[in-house]
């Protein structure tokens, strides 16, 4: 009883509008996947192109009236949404409109366009966690540890921000700030403290590390703010020196040579 309209948007996507009375009902649902299930496996199936034998697949957003919104903008929007999801989990499977995920991503979205604008306005700051010698428990070095905050007094922690920091980009600029404001910090508490020897650790994404200027980036900062390179410790985790060749293995080189 129902009708199926299909449409192609671009080269390679299609929408199929599936016109049923029985639209959001448990009934609609299930036709709702009924039918991406067919076409998922109308895809799956090979093809026969002279001697070659193609196998291809598709990856389905599926969303119901009312999902995203009430109009068919929305509706559009929230299939195209769920198409994404998809694709992010892994392609060849079919995805379902998720209200909860919708506002975590619009949520991300927002974060992500602020956060140029809040590095400018000062908005990050840092924590240092001490790092002891259990010897003698004598504080030997800190690490720094950004965070965000905002100004009506929320913080936003870092496993929150950095993820969308490494997706936009905004990940070079920001640490490179962190770098600084570390190594101008340690430099203050040398000076209030003669004699005393203290090496900072700073977090070093793989983006930061791929970037060409990194090396520069730091002998510039161990320039311009005094700190020695040999009580400067960058800190990489293991996932993101696995399979580092060519530039940003030089440059790892390179930022050892100095020290």
Not at 43 to 51: D, E, I, N, T
Not at 95 to 124: I, K, N, T, W
Not at 128 to 152: C, F, K, M, N, T
Request: hydrophobic share 45%; charged share 25%; proline share 5%.
């Amino acid at each position: 009883g129902a009708g199926h309209l299909v449409a192609r948007l671009s080269g390679d996507e299609f929408v199929v509008l599936v016109d049923s009375g029985r639209a959001g009902s448990a009934d609609g649902s299930a036709e709702l996947l009924r039918v991406a299930e067919q076409a998922l496996d109308a895809l799956r199936r090979p093809v026969l192109v002279g001697p070659h034998r193609i196998v291809v697949s598709a990856s389905v957003g599926v969303a119901a009236q009312g999902d995203g919104g009430s109009g068919s903008a929305e509706l559009m929007k929230a299939a195209d949404t769920t198409l994404q999801w998809a694709k992010k989990d892994g392609r060849n499977r079919m995805a379902r409109f998720d209200a909860e995920r919708h506002r975590a991503a619009v949520a991300r979205f927002e974060l992500s366009a602020r956060m140029p604008a809040a590095l400018e306005a000062g908005e990050f700051v840092l924590d240092y966690q001490p790092l002891v010698r259990l010897a003698d428990e004598r504080v030997v070095g800190v690490e720094a540890l950004v965070r965000w905050q905002q100004p009506g007094g929320d913080r936003v922690g870092p496993d929150v921000f950095i993820p969308v920091a490494e997706e936009t980009g905004l990940i070079v600029p920001l640490g490179r700030w962190v770098l600084a404001e570390a190594c101008r910090q340690a430099v203050r508490w040398r000076a209030d403290n003669p004699g005393t020897e203290l090496f900072v650790s700073v977090n070093v994404a793989a983006r930061q590390v791929r970037e060409p200027g990194i090396v520069e980036d730091v002998a510039c900062i161990l320039a311009d703010t005094g700190w020695p390179a040999h009580a400067l410790q960058l800190e990489l985790t293991e996932s993101d020196l696995m399979g580092t060749t060519g530039e940003p293995l030089e440059a790892l080189h390179a930022l050892a040579a100095m020290g």
